[in-house]
């Protein structure tokens, strides 16, 4: 019953838990009013990737339902940060790109979040959060191709 694997995987993923609640808090409290972090998310993400994506790739790279990207992304376009066009190839289909209110809400917020992310890779060293990235990279692979 005591098995020290057991609680040895207990404990990673108790702190990975805590962690990410205590990141999202701070991030929301820091985030221009209105945006969420899957709103962060997302236009982050279109705007990296440069190309146009479907609501179900976005779905899919978020690792969340397609209902529920089809509701940030609802709210993103509402807020005109996103623009949603028919696929010309396939009418079923829709593709979203980031509109240039987008790529000015993302960067507001990337110019909030920054001094957040800056204390906190800050505060434990460059050289600590260099040696958990792969770490951290490896534990999402896995949990990824599952």
Do not use: C
């Not at 838990?17 to 279109?46: C, W, Y």
């Amino acid at each position: 019953m005591n098995d020290p694997s057991n609680a040895l995987a207990v404990a990673l993923l108790s702190e990975i838990l805590t962690a990410d609640q205590l990141v999202r808090n701070r991030l929301t409290k820091v985030l221009p009013k209105g945006m969420e972090i899957s709103h962060f998310s997302v236009l982050n993400h279109l705007a990296h990737s440069g190309e146009e994506r479907s609501p179900a790739q976005l779905a899919k790279s978020f690792h969340v339902t397609r209902g529920a990207m089809t509701n940030t992304l609802g709210k993103l376009e509402w807020a005109g940060y996103i623009h949603i066009r028919p696929d010309w190839d396939d009418a079923r289909r829709k593709m979203v790109a980031i509109s240039p209110a987008g790529r000015q809400a993302r960067d507001a917020a990337l110019a909030a979040i920054g001094p957040v992310l800056t204390e906190l890779t800050g505060d434990l060293g460059e050289d600590k959060v260099r040696a958990a990235l792969p770490i951290l990279r490896e534990l999402r692979l896995k949990l990824e191709g599952d």
